[in-house]
C-alpha cells in the first residue's frame, strides 16, 4: 500500500471513528465522502434567531495535527467538535504565511489586494475587516490573541467592541527571552487590553482563555449575537508547552514523512531550492538553525496544542452551561499549515500540500451536519464572506471568496460544489530567503506551480493521485495542454483589481534558457560566511536590520541579539515553569 493510500486509509478511519462515537448519528454515516446525508435544515424559528460564531485560529497548526487524524496526539476537545461537527479535509490558505493569510482572513482580500504580502509589509491602511460588516449587523464582536500586522503598535483595531492583543508574535510565558535579572525586577510582556497595557501574569494559552471566557459570560453584552475572534499565539515557533503538559510526550516517538529523507529518489523531479533548502533555517537538517532532531521538536509542539485543545474545552463548557451551543457556530482552523520535514522542508511558505492545507472544523449542533467528513474545497479567502453570509449582511465588493455557508451546512453536497480555484501567492522575503517568490494554481486535482527570479524548474501535480507530490508532471508531454492552461490562468488570476500584477512581470511561457553544459562548471558552493555550526545564541542577528549598532557589537564580538536557542535557556519548558506565577502554575 502506497503512503498516499495509508493516509487515505487512515483518514477514513478516523472519520469511521467519529461516527462511531457520534450520539445519535446513524451508521450510514461511516461512508462519510458526501456531506449531505446528515444534513439537518435549519427550522424557521431557528433562522430568525441571530447565529454567533466563535472563530478558533491556531498559529502554524498543520492540516493533520489533530488526534482524529492521526494516532498518538492527544487533542479530545477538538475530536468531540469534529465528531459533532464537520471536518473539511480540502482546506487551504491562499498564502501560506502568518500576515497575509491573516490579513486575508480578515480582509476578505487576496495578498495582491489587500497588500499585506509578507510579515515585514504590515500596512493596513484602507483596510475594512469584516467584524465592521457584523458590527453593522448589530453583532457584538472581540479580538483576543495574534494581530501580527501592523508591526509593533496592538492598540485595538477598527471593528472590534473587546480588544486584547501584544505586539509580533507575543511570548508563552511573561518572562519568555527576558533575562532572569530583569525578571526578577518585574519587567514582564504585556497585552494590549482595550488600550491599556496590561501585564501578562500566566501561560498566554490559558490567559486568553480566562479573557475570552470572562467577555462571553460576563462582559458581553447577552441580548445582542457576539462574533468571538479567538487567535492563539499558539502553536508557532518556538513552542512552549504549559507546565502540566511538559512531558506529555517524553515517551511517544513521533515519525516523520518518508520524504523528508535525503535520498535520489526523493529529490527526483523536484526544484533545486527544494534540496538546498534542507541545510538553511526552514530545512530539517538545520530547522531555526538548531540541531534538535524534527521528531524531539514534535514532543514540544503538539503538547503546546494540548494547551490549546483546554481552551476549546472550556470554551464548549461555557456555551453549554450557557445554552448557546444550538445557536454558536464553533469554526476551528489554522493561519497556514506547517511542514515536518516533507521534501526536506519545514514550517511554510511553499506552494506544496503539508504547506498550504490546514485543518477546519465546524461545529454547530443542528446547522452543521455531525459526524461528517466533507470533502468540498474552503479557502482562508471564503471565511469573511461565509461569515457575512450566515450573519445576513451582504457581501462587500472588494471581497474576492465565496461563502461556504451553503457547503458547510449541507445544502449544497461536496460533489456538488462548485470550488474557485486555488489561487496561491507568496512573495519573497528577504528575512527567509531561502524559499523564493511561489505562485501556484490548483484547478480540479491538477496542481501547477512556478517560481519567481529563481533559475529553476516548475512543477505540476495530480493530488488526488498523488497527495504528498512525489511526481513532477511538467515535463510529461501528457499535461502539456493542461500545463499551458494552468500557466495562463495562474497569469490571468494573479492580477490584481487594477488588472496589473503587485510583481511587474509577463506570462510565462516555457522554461526558458536553462541549460548548462553537463561536463561543465557545477553549482556554487554557498558563501563562507553563511557557514556555521548549530545552536548559536546570534540565530538571528542575520534577520536584525543592519545598524552602527548591530556592526559595533559583532566588531566587538559579541551577539547583537542574544537568543533563546530552541529548547533551551529561557527557551525551554523548565525554565518557564520555574518562573511562572504559583497561581498560573497550579491551573489546568
Ligand atoms: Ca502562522
Same mark, same amino acid.
Request: overall charge neutral; charged content about 20%.
Given at each position: ?20 462515537? !457520534? /450520539? ?18 435549519? /427550522? ?21 495535527? @489533530? ?19 464537520? #471536518? ?76 486584547? !492583543? ?27 487590553? =482595550? ?12 490567559? *486568553?482563555?480566562? #479573557? &475570552?471566557?470572562?467577555? *462571553? ?41 518518508? !520524504?523528508?529523507? +535525503? ?33 524531539? #521538536? ?30 454558536? @457556530? ?13 521534501? %526536506? ?44 453570509? @450566515? ?12 461563502? &461556504? ?60 493521485? =498523488? ?11 501528457? #499535461? ?35 541549460? $548548462? ?13 553563511? *557557514? ?7 540565530? *538571528? ?14 566588531? $566587538? ?5 542574544? /537568543? ?6 529561557? +527557551?525551554?519548558?523548565?525554565? %518557564?515553569?520555574? /518562573?511562572?506565577? !504559583?497561581?498560573?502554575? %497550579?491551573?489546568?
Amino acid at each position: 500500500m502506497t503512503r498516499a493510500r495509508q493516509f487515505q486509509k487512515r483518514i477514513l478511519g478516523a472519520a469511521a471513528a467519529i461516527v462511531a462515537i !457520534s /450520539s445519535g448519528c446513524p451508521a450510514a454515516l461511516a461512508e462519510p465522502a458526501p456531506a449531505t446525508k446528515a444534513a439537518v435544515d435549519p /427550522s424557521p424559528a431557528q433562522q430568525q434567531r441571530p447565529r454567533n460564531v466563535i472563530f478558533i485560529l491556531v498559529d502554524d497548526l498543520r492540516f493533520d495535527g @489533530l488526534g482524529f487524524l492521526q494516532p498518538g496526539i492527544k487533542t479530545p476537545n477538538i475530536d468531540r467538535l469534529a465528531a459533532g461537527g464537520s #471536518y473539511f479535509p480540502n482546506t487551504r490558505v491562499t498564502s501560506s504565511l502568518c500576515s497575509p493569510s491573516r490579513a486575508t482572513i480578515l480582509t476578505g482580500m487576496t495578498a495582491r489586494n489587500h497588500g499585506v504580502v509578507d510579515n515585514n509589509n504590515s500596512s493596513e491602511e484602507g483596510l475594512t475587516f469584516f467584524p465592521k460588516y457584523l458590527q453593522g449587523q448589530g453583532y457584538q464582536t472581540a479580538f483576543f490573541g495574534k494581530w501580527h500586522m501592523g508591526s509593533d503598535t496592538a492598540s485595538p483595531r477598527p471593528g472590534f467592541d473587546k480588544w486584547l !492583543s501584544f505586539s509580533g508574535q507575543g511570548n508563552y510565558y511573561p518572562n519568555t527571552g527576558i533575562p532572569d535579572a530583569q525578571f526578577a525586577k518585574g519587567v514582564v510582556h504585556k497585552y494590549n487590553v =482595550d488600550g491599556r497595557q496590561v501585564p501578562q501574569q500566566g501561560y498566554i494559552t490559558d490567559e *486568553l482563555t480566562d #479573557y &475570552a471566557v470572562n467577555w *462571553l459570560s460576563k462582559e458581553r453584552d447577552p441580548k445582542k449575537p457576539f462574533f468571538l475572534y479567538f487567535s492563539h499565539k499558539a502553536v508557532h515557533s518556538d513552542p512552549l508547552p504549559p507546565p502540566r503538559y511538559a512531558h506529555q510526550y517524553d515517551n511517544f516517538q513521533f515519525r516523520l514523512p518518508a !520524504s523528508a529523507a +535525503n535520498t535520489p529518489e526523493n529529490y527526483e523531479g523536484k526544484p533545486r531550492w527544494v534540496y538546498e533548502q534542507r541545510n538553511t533555517w526552514h530545512g530539517i537538517d538545520f530547522f531555526y538553525n538548531s540541531n534538535m532532531p524534527m521528531t524531539e #521538536y514534535l514532543k514540544y509542539y503538539y503538547a503546546t496544542l494540548s494547551a490549546v485543545d483546554d481552551s476549546v474545552g472550556r470554551i464548549m463548557q461555557y456555551l453549554k452551561k450557557a445554552g448557546l451551543e444550538k445557536d454558536t @457556530l464553533v469554526v476551528f482552523t489554522s493561519d497556514n499549515g506547517f511542514q515536518v520535514g516533507e521534501h %526536506g522542508l519545514i514550517d511554510k511558505r511553499n506552494a506544496y500540500e503539508s504547506s498550504v492545507k490546514v485543518p477546519l472544523v465546524m461545529y454547530e449542533p443542528g446547522t452543521v451536519p455531525a459526524g461528517v467528513v466533507n470533502t468540498g474545497a474552503i479557502r482562508n479567502l471564503d471565511f469573511a464572506p461565509t461569515f457575512l453570509d @450566515l450573519a445576513g449582511a451582504p457581501k462587500p465588493a472588494q471581497f474576492e471568496g465565496k461563502s &461556504a455557508w451553503p457547503l458547510i451546512t449541507g445544502k449544497v453536497a461536496a460533489k456538488d460544489w462548485q470550488a474557485p480555484d486555488f489561487t496561491y501567492e507568496y512573495y519573497w522575503e528577504w528575512t527567509f530567503p531561502q524559499t523564493p517568490g511561489t505562485f501556484a494554481i490548483q484547478r480540479g486535482n491538477l496542481k501547477y506551480i512556478q517560481y519567481y527570479g529563481v533559475y529553476d524548474i516548475d512543477e505540476l501535480y495530480d493530488v488526488a493521485a =498523488d497527495p504528498e507530490e512525489m511526481h513532477n508532471l511538467a515535463e510529461d508531454p501528457k #499535461y502539456l495542454e493542461a500545463k499551458i492552461e494552468l500557466r495562463k490562468a495562474l497569469y490571468e488570476q494573479l492580477a490584481n483589481r487594477d488588472g496589473k500584477h503587485v510583481i511587474p512581470y509577463t506570462q510565462r511561457q516555457s522554461i526558458g534558457a536553462v541549460r $548548462r553544459n553537463r561536463n561543465g562548471t557545477g553549482a556554487a558552493p554557498f558563501p563562507d560566511a553563511w *557557514l556555521v555550526e548549530p545552536n548559536r545564541e546570534d540565530r *538571528l542577528d542575520p534577520i536584525v536590520n543592519d545598524s552602527r549598532f548591530k556592526q559595533a557589537a559583532h566588531d $566587538r564580538g559579541e551577539n547583537f541579539l542574544p /537568543s533563546p536557542i530552541v529548547g533551551q535557556g529561557t +527557551n525551554s519548558v523548565e525554565h %518557564g515553569m520555574k /518562573s511562572l506565577p !504559583s497561581a498560573a502554575k %497550579g491551573r489546568n
